[in-house]
């Protein structure tokens, strides 16, 4: 089966930006644990909280930027506990078990290396994974693979966010298929003219 994954752009002000990389993680929702790792790291994390803000603010979603696909990989790091817990309720059994199989039949996957940035979750129980780029970021292929997997055996949103400086549009977005129908995935990569969602 081939997935076609086509950037989502959000655009931000670059005040937002100097905000946060000075101290002011306001912009985090409110329903996220401040976390050490964000006051520690300054410069980092506003993409996965802009994107976790935007999608709460335009549609109800909550989430996790910790959560871990896999419960094998780093089962002790209690950032990890309130995502993974709220996954495994959510989600179908079944098909979370497929998922995570899928998953252990790669090396990367085992690791949980591609996993992507945003576990997103409404309460009725819809669901939906990020992947967050930003100026300068290219999506690995086993980002790419791993947002097929979740699509074809959880059934459910995945995708990939560009975040952009509104003052510096970007001419064109990229679309990837990622086809996991042979022993290895082919992925293709082809640029498309920008389409901006919103900020």
Sequence with gaps: MTHVFEEKLLSYEADQLMAWKTGDKSLMPAFIEKRAIVTNQPAYHFGEAFVLDHYHRTEGWLGFPDYM????VE????RHYRGRMTLEQLAPAPMLRELRDARRALPDGRKGYGEPDLFLFKP????MFLE???EGDTVKDNQLVCLAQIRQHLCCPADVVFLQERRRPRRFTMRYQVDLSGTTAEIRRE???AHVEGG
């Design 69 to 72: 696909l896999m419960p094998e």
């Design 124 to 127: 009725s129980g819809e669901l």
């Design 132 to 134: 967050v780029k930003k």
């Design 191 to 193: 640029r498309v003219i």
């Design 75 to 78: 089962p002790n790091i209690a």
